[in-house]
């Protein structure tokens, strides 16, 4: 499957933005779906993930705050973010796994093998 991230942009701390993961491919459903972010000088780590299921997880620092959506039939995968702090700056990823991951692999940047080419998400103070 090939990942297309987009939405990406500046906003104050306290807005709201929505980041877009558009797949192509088939058999879209059965892939587990996860954001990432990375920021500067700083490893990539885990934002939120959706599994092939629909169940959801999320890191702790956005719990409450980022939700993730899919839509198997448009193929795409939301990352809803609100409350956004300074520390979200990041260049966020979307990545793909087929099947379902289980917990101890879906937090892990090698668990996945189709990746996005981030878009950048800058807040301000």
């Known amino acids: 499957v090939q990942l297309q991230a987009s939405g990406g942009g500046l906003m104050q701390a306290g807005g709201s933005l929505r980041l877009s993961c558009a797949a192509s491919?088939?058999?879209?459903?059965?892939?587990?779906v996860a954001w990432f972010r990375q920021a500067p000088g700083k490893e990539r780590e885990f934002v939120g993930a959706t599994r092939s299921d629909g169940s959801t997880s999320y890191a702790e620092p956005v719990k409450g705050r980022f939700t993730i959506s899919r839509d198997n039939t448009k193929t795409t995968v939301a990352l809803q973010m609100s409350g956004l702090k300074s520390e979200d700056t990041a260049v966020y990823y979307c990545?793909?796994?087929?099947?379902?991951?289980?917990?101890?692999?879906?937090?892990?940047?090698?668990?996945?093998?189709?990746w996005g080419q981030g878009t950048q998400v800058t807040v301000s103070s």
């Open positions: 491919g088939r058999s879209f459903g059965t892939y587990t």
């Open positions: 990545a793909a796994a087929y099947g379902r991951l289980i917990t101890s692999r879906l937090r892990a940047p090698q668990s996945y093998d189709s």
